[in-house]
């Protein structure tokens, strides 16, 4: 059975950081684009960064508009994780983060129908 576990939410002021971690575990998806998500009270779950393989050893990060220089993601394909680094957090941050996994490698890929599998989510809540 495959599973995403999320962990590294939290609670914090803004301005400051917050690493989240999803483990895989199941299947690895050595090749398999993944990305992490979010959904904020009220609002539709969005895109907000995501990982493909770019060939040999090469990954590339995609981010959404409102992160970019804000968040790195990264993976570890040894310990079949992806990671997000979120520096200067802001309040509009705010949102159910929810890791997904792609057994495929899909170019840039902001779709959720795009992704096979999805962990419960962590909640990152960001105070003014």
């Known amino acids: 059975q495959v599973q995403l576990v999320e962990s590294g939410g939290g609670l914090v002021q803004a301005g400051v950081s917050l690493r989240l971690s999803c483990a895989a575990s199941g299947r690895t998806f050595s090749r398999g684009t993944m990305a992490w998500f979010r959904q904020a009270p009220g609002k539709e779950r969005e895109f907000v960064a995501g990982?493909?393989?770019?060939?040999?050893?090469?990954?590339?990060?995609y981010y959404a508009e409102s992160v970019k220089g804000r968040f790195t993601i990264s993976r570890d394909n040894a310990e079949n994780t992806v990671r997000l680094q979120m520096n200067s957090l802001k309040p509009e941050d705010t949102a159910v983060y929810y890791c997904?996994?792609?057994?495929?490698?899909?170019?840039?890929?902001?779709?959720?129908?795009?992704?096979?599998?999805w962990g419960q989510g962590t909640q990152v809540t960001v105070s003014s």
């Open positions: 997904a996994a792609s057994t495929l490698s899909r170019r840039e890929a902001v779709a959720a129908g795009a992704y096979d599998y």
């Open positions: 990982i493909n393989w770019s060939g040999g050893v090469t990954w590339s990060g």
